[in-house]
Protein backbone atom coordinates (compact mmCIF):
# COMPACT_ATOMS: atom_id res chain seq x y z
CA UNK A 1 0.00 0.00 0.00
CA UNK A 2 1.46 3.46 -1.28
CA UNK A 3 2.28 5.14 1.93
CA UNK A 4 -0.16 8.24 2.84
CA UNK A 5 1.51 11.88 1.79
CA UNK A 6 1.37 14.06 4.63
CA UNK A 7 0.58 17.99 2.93
CA UNK A 8 1.74 21.13 4.25
CA UNK A 9 0.94 24.47 3.14
CA UNK A 10 3.85 27.36 3.65
CA UNK A 11 3.84 30.95 2.75
CA UNK A 12 7.24 31.57 1.78
CA UNK A 13 10.50 30.22 1.02
CA UNK A 14 11.71 29.63 4.41
CA UNK A 15 8.43 27.93 6.11
CA UNK A 16 8.15 25.58 2.44
CA UNK A 17 11.88 24.70 3.81
CA UNK A 18 11.04 24.35 6.74
CA UNK A 19 8.13 21.81 6.66
CA UNK A 20 10.11 19.80 4.20
CA UNK A 21 12.97 19.65 7.14
CA UNK A 22 9.97 18.65 9.48
CA UNK A 23 8.62 15.88 7.54
CA UNK A 24 6.29 17.04 4.70
CA UNK A 25 6.15 14.73 2.13
CA UNK A 26 4.78 17.46 -0.13
CA UNK A 27 4.22 21.42 0.18
CA UNK A 28 1.38 23.65 -1.00
CA UNK A 29 2.09 27.01 -1.95
CA UNK A 30 1.00 29.92 -4.33
CA UNK A 31 2.24 32.24 -6.86
CA UNK A 32 2.11 35.77 -6.97
CA UNK A 33 -0.82 35.18 -9.43
CA UNK A 34 -4.22 33.37 -9.99
CA UNK A 35 -4.00 32.37 -6.36
CA UNK A 36 -5.91 32.54 -2.98
CA UNK A 37 -4.10 34.36 0.52
CA UNK A 38 -3.16 37.43 -1.35
CA UNK A 39 -2.30 38.45 2.21
CA UNK A 40 0.88 35.43 2.26
CA UNK A 41 3.89 36.70 0.98
CA UNK A 42 3.73 34.30 -1.90
CA UNK A 43 6.33 32.69 -4.21
CA UNK A 44 7.84 34.06 -7.77
CA UNK A 45 8.71 31.69 -10.41
CA UNK A 46 12.07 31.78 -9.61
CA UNK A 47 11.43 30.75 -5.93
CA UNK A 48 8.95 27.86 -7.24
CA UNK A 49 11.92 27.05 -9.24
CA UNK A 50 14.50 27.20 -6.76
CA UNK A 51 11.82 25.05 -3.98
CA UNK A 52 11.10 22.27 -6.37
CA UNK A 53 14.76 21.67 -6.28
CA UNK A 54 15.22 22.00 -2.87
CA UNK A 55 11.92 19.52 -2.51
CA UNK A 56 13.59 16.88 -5.47
CA UNK A 57 16.45 16.91 -2.97
CA UNK A 58 14.06 15.90 -0.51
CA UNK A 59 12.32 13.66 -1.63
CA UNK A 60 9.21 16.02 -1.66
CA UNK A 61 6.83 17.71 -4.02
CA UNK A 62 5.86 20.89 -4.48
CA UNK A 63 1.70 21.80 -5.49
CA UNK A 64 0.92 25.31 -6.64
CA UNK A 65 -2.38 26.63 -5.68
CA UNK A 66 -4.10 28.44 -9.03
CA UNK A 67 -7.35 28.41 -6.96
CA UNK A 68 -8.70 31.57 -7.53
CA UNK A 69 -12.13 32.29 -8.82
CA UNK A 70 -11.44 34.22 -12.03
CA UNK A 71 -13.36 37.03 -13.26
CA UNK A 72 -13.31 38.20 -17.23
CA UNK A 73 -10.46 39.94 -16.28
CA UNK A 74 -8.05 37.61 -14.49
CA UNK A 75 -7.21 35.81 -17.32
CA UNK A 76 -4.47 37.53 -18.65
CA UNK A 77 -1.41 35.82 -18.43
CA UNK A 78 -2.80 32.39 -17.50
CA UNK A 79 -1.34 30.14 -20.19
CA UNK A 80 1.83 31.27 -20.37
CA UNK A 81 2.50 30.84 -16.02
CA UNK A 82 0.37 27.27 -16.47
CA UNK A 83 3.44 26.47 -18.56
CA UNK A 84 5.98 28.08 -16.94
CA UNK A 85 4.95 26.28 -13.88
CA UNK A 86 5.13 22.94 -15.91
CA UNK A 87 8.77 24.20 -16.93
CA UNK A 88 9.72 24.40 -13.13
CA UNK A 89 8.93 20.83 -12.53
CA UNK A 90 6.17 21.43 -10.44
CA UNK A 91 4.14 18.22 -9.18
CA UNK A 92 0.58 19.53 -8.79
CA UNK A 93 -1.54 22.50 -9.27
CA UNK A 94 -4.47 22.65 -7.02
CA UNK A 95 -7.47 24.58 -8.99
CA UNK A 96 -10.52 25.60 -8.41
CA UNK A 97 -11.97 26.84 -11.59
CA UNK A 98 -13.31 24.19 -14.56
CA UNK A 99 -12.11 26.74 -16.88
CA UNK A 100 -8.10 26.91 -15.75
CA UNK A 101 -8.22 23.04 -15.14
CA UNK A 102 -9.28 22.31 -18.96
CA UNK A 103 -6.93 25.04 -19.83
CA UNK A 104 -4.00 23.25 -18.01
CA UNK A 105 -4.99 19.61 -19.22
CA UNK A 106 -5.08 20.60 -23.00
CA UNK A 107 -1.64 22.08 -22.59
CA UNK A 108 -0.16 18.41 -22.02
CA UNK A 109 1.79 19.42 -19.13
CA UNK A 110 2.77 16.81 -16.84
CA UNK A 111 1.96 18.11 -13.87
CA UNK A 112 -1.56 16.73 -12.25
CA UNK A 113 -4.32 19.02 -11.74
CA UNK A 114 -6.19 18.68 -8.29
CA UNK A 115 -9.49 20.16 -7.38
CA UNK A 116 -9.49 22.35 -4.59
CA UNK A 117 -11.67 21.89 -1.79
CA UNK A 118 -13.50 25.28 -3.13
CA UNK A 119 -15.84 23.29 -5.16
CA UNK A 120 -17.04 21.28 -1.90
CA UNK A 121 -17.08 17.83 -3.42
CA UNK A 122 -18.98 15.62 -1.01
CA UNK A 123 -19.77 13.10 -2.92
CA UNK A 124 -18.65 9.75 -4.98
CA UNK A 125 -20.79 11.34 -7.97
CA UNK A 126 -19.33 14.48 -7.88
CA UNK A 127 -15.82 13.19 -7.51
CA UNK A 128 -16.53 10.32 -10.24
CA UNK A 129 -17.54 13.87 -12.54
CA UNK A 130 -14.43 15.35 -12.00
CA UNK A 131 -12.50 11.80 -13.09
CA UNK A 132 -14.23 12.31 -16.42
CA UNK A 133 -12.84 15.63 -16.48
CA UNK A 134 -9.23 14.08 -16.45
CA UNK A 135 -8.67 15.88 -13.40
CA UNK A 136 -5.99 13.57 -11.29
CA UNK A 137 -6.74 14.01 -7.30
CA UNK A 138 -10.68 15.67 -5.28
CA UNK A 139 -10.06 18.00 -1.89
CA UNK A 140 -12.61 16.82 -0.37
CA UNK A 141 -15.00 19.80 1.43
CA UNK A 142 -14.35 20.03 4.95
CA UNK A 143 -17.56 19.70 5.78
CA UNK A 144 -17.75 15.53 5.09
CA UNK A 145 -17.76 13.26 7.64
CA UNK A 146 -15.90 10.63 8.57
CA UNK A 147 -18.49 7.74 7.08
CA UNK A 148 -19.18 9.96 3.92
CA UNK A 149 -15.17 10.17 3.18
CA UNK A 150 -14.70 6.00 3.61
CA UNK A 151 -17.74 5.53 1.39
CA UNK A 152 -16.16 7.81 -0.98
CA UNK A 153 -12.81 5.74 -0.85
CA UNK A 154 -14.01 2.66 -0.69
CA UNK A 155 -15.69 3.77 -4.87
CA UNK A 156 -11.67 4.07 -5.62
CA UNK A 157 -12.22 6.88 -8.40
CA UNK A 158 -9.63 9.02 -8.04
CA UNK A 159 -6.66 9.72 -5.04
CA UNK A 160 -8.89 11.84 -2.30
CA UNK A 161 -7.37 14.43 -0.49
CA UNK A 162 -8.82 15.55 3.24
CA UNK A 163 -7.76 18.10 5.42
CA UNK A 164 -6.71 17.38 8.92
CA UNK A 165 -5.30 20.59 10.61
CA UNK A 166 -6.22 24.19 11.05
CA UNK A 167 -8.59 26.79 10.04
CA UNK A 168 -12.24 25.71 9.53
CA UNK A 169 -14.65 28.73 7.43
CA UNK A 170 -17.94 29.44 8.95
CA UNK A 171 -19.77 28.81 5.87
CA UNK A 172 -19.35 25.74 3.09
CA UNK A 173 -15.26 26.09 2.66
CA UNK A 174 -15.04 29.19 -0.42
CA UNK A 175 -18.66 30.16 -0.25
CA UNK A 176 -18.40 32.62 2.04
CA UNK A 177 -19.38 36.76 0.32
CA UNK A 178 -19.16 38.86 4.42
CA UNK A 179 -15.89 39.71 3.09
CA UNK A 180 -16.75 40.88 -0.29
CA UNK A 181 -20.07 43.51 1.34
CA UNK A 182 -17.94 44.31 4.60
CA UNK A 183 -14.62 45.27 2.90
CA UNK A 184 -15.31 44.57 -0.87
CA UNK A 185 -12.21 42.22 -0.28
CA UNK A 186 -13.15 39.19 -2.61
CA UNK A 187 -12.24 35.96 -0.37
CA UNK A 188 -12.49 34.13 -3.76
CA UNK A 189 -10.06 36.21 -5.51
CA UNK A 190 -7.46 35.94 -2.53
CA UNK A 191 -8.84 38.82 0.29
CA UNK A 192 -10.95 37.40 2.49
CA UNK A 193 -10.73 39.30 5.84
CA UNK A 194 -11.96 36.86 7.78
CA UNK A 195 -15.10 38.97 8.63
CA UNK A 196 -16.66 35.75 10.50
CA UNK A 197 -13.99 36.57 13.64
CA UNK A 198 -14.80 39.68 14.10
CA UNK A 199 -16.21 40.50 17.30
CA UNK A 200 -20.53 41.97 16.42
CA UNK A 201 -22.96 44.06 18.65
CA UNK A 202 -25.76 42.18 18.24
CA UNK A 203 -28.82 44.76 17.27
CA UNK A 204 -32.48 44.35 17.56
CA UNK A 205 -33.37 47.91 15.77
CA UNK A 206 -32.01 50.27 17.47
CA UNK A 207 -31.37 48.02 20.94
CA UNK A 208 -28.42 46.09 21.65
CA UNK A 209 -29.78 42.81 22.69
CA UNK A 210 -25.57 41.13 22.99
CA UNK A 211 -23.57 41.29 26.04
CA UNK A 212 -20.90 44.00 25.85
CA UNK A 213 -18.84 42.15 27.78
CA UNK A 214 -19.47 39.05 25.55
CA UNK A 215 -19.38 40.14 22.18
CA UNK A 216 -20.59 37.89 19.35
CA UNK A 217 -18.48 36.20 17.10
CA UNK A 218 -19.02 33.52 13.97
CA UNK A 219 -16.25 31.60 14.28
CA UNK A 220 -15.75 28.42 14.24
CA UNK A 221 -12.59 26.17 16.57
CA UNK A 222 -9.32 25.26 14.62
CA UNK A 223 -9.74 21.56 12.92
CA UNK A 224 -7.21 18.79 14.87
CA UNK A 225 -7.80 15.22 13.64
CA UNK A 226 -5.21 13.56 15.53
CA UNK A 227 -8.06 10.39 16.69
CA UNK A 228 -8.52 10.25 12.87
CA UNK A 229 -5.40 9.68 11.48
CA UNK A 230 -5.79 6.05 11.23
CA UNK A 231 -9.07 5.61 9.68
CA UNK A 232 -7.67 7.83 7.14
CA UNK A 233 -4.96 5.52 6.58
CA UNK A 234 -7.15 2.41 6.83
CA UNK A 235 -9.90 4.05 4.68
CA UNK A 236 -7.02 4.19 1.45
CA UNK A 237 -7.00 8.45 1.61
CA UNK A 238 -4.00 9.74 -0.68
CA UNK A 239 -3.06 12.82 1.27
CA UNK A 240 -3.78 14.70 4.70
CA UNK A 241 -3.68 18.45 4.19
CA UNK A 242 -2.79 20.92 6.96
CA UNK A 243 -3.94 24.02 6.78
CA UNK A 244 -2.40 27.50 7.20
CA UNK A 245 -0.07 29.20 4.56
CA UNK A 246 -0.43 32.84 6.92
CA UNK A 247 1.08 30.17 10.19
CA UNK A 248 4.96 30.88 11.04
CA UNK A 249 7.60 28.62 10.82
CA UNK A 250 7.44 27.67 14.22
CA UNK A 251 3.42 26.34 13.91
CA UNK A 252 4.95 24.53 10.92
CA UNK A 253 7.74 22.74 12.12
CA UNK A 254 5.85 21.97 15.52
CA UNK A 255 2.43 20.70 13.43
CA UNK A 256 4.03 18.69 10.80
CA UNK A 257 6.70 16.77 12.70
CA UNK A 258 3.90 15.79 14.79
CA UNK A 259 2.00 14.73 12.61
CA UNK A 260 4.93 13.19 10.69
CA UNK A 261 5.18 11.14 14.28
CA UNK A 262 2.19 10.04 14.47
CA UNK A 263 1.55 8.79 10.49
CA UNK A 264 5.56 6.96 11.33
CA UNK A 265 4.20 5.36 14.41
CA UNK A 266 1.02 4.15 12.63
CA UNK A 267 2.74 2.26 9.92
CA UNK A 268 5.56 0.77 11.94
CA UNK A 269 3.23 -0.84 14.61
CA UNK A 270 -0.37 -1.07 12.44
CA UNK A 271 -2.30 1.24 14.91
CA UNK A 272 -2.10 4.41 16.65
CA UNK A 273 -0.90 3.99 20.18
CA UNK A 274 -2.22 5.92 23.05
CA UNK A 275 0.91 7.45 24.54
CA UNK A 276 1.72 8.68 21.10
CA UNK A 277 -1.15 10.53 19.97
CA UNK A 278 -1.80 12.12 23.54
CA UNK A 279 2.27 13.00 22.92
CA UNK A 280 1.52 14.68 19.54
CA UNK A 281 -1.45 16.58 21.21
CA UNK A 282 1.00 17.73 23.41
CA UNK A 283 3.38 19.12 20.65
CA UNK A 284 0.77 20.48 18.62
CA UNK A 285 -0.81 22.50 21.60
CA UNK A 286 2.80 24.05 22.43
CA UNK A 287 1.97 25.78 18.73
CA UNK A 288 -1.48 26.43 18.81
CA UNK A 289 -3.68 29.99 19.69
CA UNK A 290 -6.85 29.25 18.86
CA UNK A 291 -9.18 26.44 20.41
CA UNK A 292 -9.55 23.07 18.43
CA UNK A 293 -12.08 20.61 17.58
CA UNK A 294 -13.24 17.97 15.20
CA UNK A 295 -14.53 19.46 12.30
CA UNK A 296 -17.51 18.12 10.67
CA UNK A 297 -15.70 14.42 11.43
CA UNK A 298 -17.73 13.38 14.45
CA UNK A 299 -21.03 14.55 12.70
CA UNK A 300 -22.32 18.24 12.13
CA UNK A 301 -20.80 20.83 14.82
CA UNK A 302 -22.62 21.72 17.49
CA UNK A 303 -22.12 24.77 19.49
CA UNK A 304 -19.51 22.90 21.28
CA UNK A 305 -17.54 23.32 18.06
CA UNK A 306 -17.92 27.38 17.55
CA UNK A 307 -17.05 30.25 19.17
CA UNK A 308 -19.53 32.20 19.90
CA UNK A 309 -17.73 34.47 22.73
CA UNK A 310 -14.38 36.03 23.60
CA UNK A 311 -11.36 33.83 22.88
CA UNK A 312 -7.90 34.29 22.91
CA UNK A 313 -6.31 34.45 19.67
CA UNK A 314 -2.50 35.58 20.64
CA UNK A 315 -0.02 35.04 18.78
CA UNK A 316 2.63 32.43 21.21
CA UNK A 317 6.04 33.68 21.93
CA UNK A 318 7.14 30.11 23.20
CA UNK A 319 9.52 29.59 20.18
CA UNK A 320 12.88 31.85 21.33
CA UNK A 321 15.39 30.78 19.16
CA UNK A 322 16.72 28.75 15.54
CA UNK A 323 20.02 26.98 15.53
CA UNK A 324 21.71 28.76 12.45
CA UNK A 325 25.42 26.81 12.67
CA UNK A 326 26.82 23.87 15.06
CA UNK A 327 30.96 23.67 14.87
CA UNK A 328 30.81 20.68 16.98
CA UNK A 329 30.86 22.84 20.17
CA UNK A 330 29.46 26.28 19.65
CA UNK A 331 26.35 26.46 18.60
CA UNK A 332 24.98 29.84 17.28
CA UNK A 333 21.67 30.95 17.71
CA UNK A 334 19.08 33.44 15.98
CA UNK A 335 17.04 34.72 18.69
CA UNK A 336 12.95 35.15 18.31
CA UNK A 337 11.63 35.73 21.07
CA UNK A 338 12.35 37.01 24.68
CA UNK A 339 14.52 34.39 27.00
CA UNK A 340 17.02 34.50 29.88
CA UNK A 341 19.87 32.70 30.54
CA UNK A 342 19.24 29.51 32.67
CA UNK A 343 15.64 29.39 31.77
CA UNK A 344 14.32 26.17 31.38
CA UNK A 345 14.09 25.46 27.39
CA UNK A 346 13.66 22.68 25.63
CA UNK A 347 14.81 21.82 21.64
CA UNK A 348 13.19 19.90 19.04
CA UNK A 349 14.11 19.23 15.27
CA UNK A 350 13.52 17.25 11.89
CA UNK A 351 15.45 14.70 13.85
CA UNK A 352 15.29 16.02 17.32
CA UNK A 353 12.50 14.92 19.96
CA UNK A 354 11.29 17.36 22.44
CA UNK A 355 14.56 17.84 24.91
CA UNK A 356 15.12 19.60 27.57
CA UNK A 357 17.66 22.06 27.77
CA UNK A 358 19.54 24.66 29.77
CA UNK A 359 21.52 27.65 28.23
CA UNK A 360 24.27 28.42 31.50
CA UNK A 361 26.12 31.20 29.34
CA UNK A 362 25.33 33.25 26.18
CA UNK A 363 27.80 35.42 24.12
CA UNK A 364 26.83 37.88 21.45
CA UNK A 365 29.18 37.94 18.54
CA UNK A 366 31.68 40.37 19.76
CA UNK A 367 31.64 37.76 22.80
CA UNK A 368 30.05 40.04 25.26
CA UNK A 369 28.14 37.70 27.97
CA UNK A 370 24.35 38.20 27.91
CA UNK A 371 21.95 37.79 30.90
CA UNK A 372 18.97 38.44 28.69
CA UNK A 373 18.36 37.82 24.85
CA UNK A 374 15.25 40.16 23.64
CA UNK A 375 16.79 41.55 20.41
CA UNK A 376 15.10 39.41 17.42
CA UNK A 377 17.33 38.58 14.42
CA UNK A 378 20.22 38.84 16.70
CA UNK A 379 22.64 36.21 16.54
CA UNK A 380 24.17 34.40 19.37
CA UNK A 381 26.56 31.57 20.39
CA UNK A 382 25.90 29.38 23.78
CA UNK A 383 26.79 25.32 24.23
CA UNK A 384 24.95 22.58 25.69
CA UNK A 385 24.60 19.20 26.76
CA UNK A 386 22.21 17.44 24.61
CA UNK A 387 21.10 16.83 21.35
CA UNK A 388 21.59 19.66 18.79
CA UNK A 389 20.90 20.52 14.51
CA UNK A 390 20.76 22.90 12.17
CA UNK A 391 17.66 24.21 11.69
CA UNK A 392 16.34 23.09 15.26
CA UNK A 393 14.28 25.21 16.95
CA UNK A 394 14.28 25.82 21.00
CA UNK A 395 11.40 27.26 23.03
CA UNK A 396 10.22 27.91 26.41
CA UNK A 397 8.52 24.89 28.78
CA UNK A 398 4.92 26.45 29.79
Not at 112 to 121: A, D, F, G, I, P
Not at 248 to 272: P, Q
Not at 284 to 304: H, L, S, V, W
Amino acid sequence: MKKIELLAPAGNLEKAKIAILYGADAVYVGGKQFSLRSRASNFSLEEITELVQFANAHNSHVHVTVNMLPHESDFKGLKDYLLKLDQAGVHAIIVASPAIMSLAKSLNVSYEVHVSTQHSSTNSSAVQFWKEQGMDRVVLARECQLHEIEAICQKNILPIEVFIHGGMCISYSGRCVLSNHMTLRDANRGGCAQSCRWKYHVMDQDKEISDRNQLFSMSSKDLQAVDYIEQFIKMGVASLKIEGRMKSAYYLATVVSSYRTLIDSIYEFGYAKDQIIQKVKNEIAKAENRPTGPGFYQGIPDQNVQLYREHDETVTQEYVAIVIDFDGEWVTLQVKNHFICNQNLEIFGPHISSTQIQLEVVYDLDGNVLDICNKPMQLIKTRWDGPVEVNAMIRKIR
